[in-house]
């Protein structure tokens, strides 16, 4: 049980380190970048469940949805890398 409690402890600073660093990077527009942040959380809160259960609904069982948080978060760090590639490749 205290494991639980400290990952949903730790998860409530997620959203707002999230929204942070985009109102950090767009300072010009921090209405669009808060927006943007926040669609960009919800959007992952979302897929999570959605993939977990149509990995159990396609028959690979209970255990099987565990493997989609390593996956969901393989592509997070591959769309972060592209776009520090980005923006080392335009100077920005």
Not at 16 to 32: M, N, W
Not at 36 to 44: D, S
């Amino acid at each position: 049980m205290r494991t639980r409690s400290r990952a949903g402890t730790l998860s409530f600073g997620v959203g707002s380190t999230l929204t942070s660093q985009a109102l950090y990077a767009a300072p010009g527009t921090p209405t669009l970048a808060g927006g943007l942040a926040t669609a960009a959380f919800n959007i992952g809160a979302a897929c999570g469940p959605w993939l977990g259960g149509t990995v159990i609904d396609t028959g690979g069982g209970y255990r099987s949805a565990v493997w989609v948080s390593p996956g969901l978060v393989a592509v997070a760090l591959a769309v972060a890398v592209a776009g520090v590639l980005n923006d080392t490749a335009t100077g920005g």
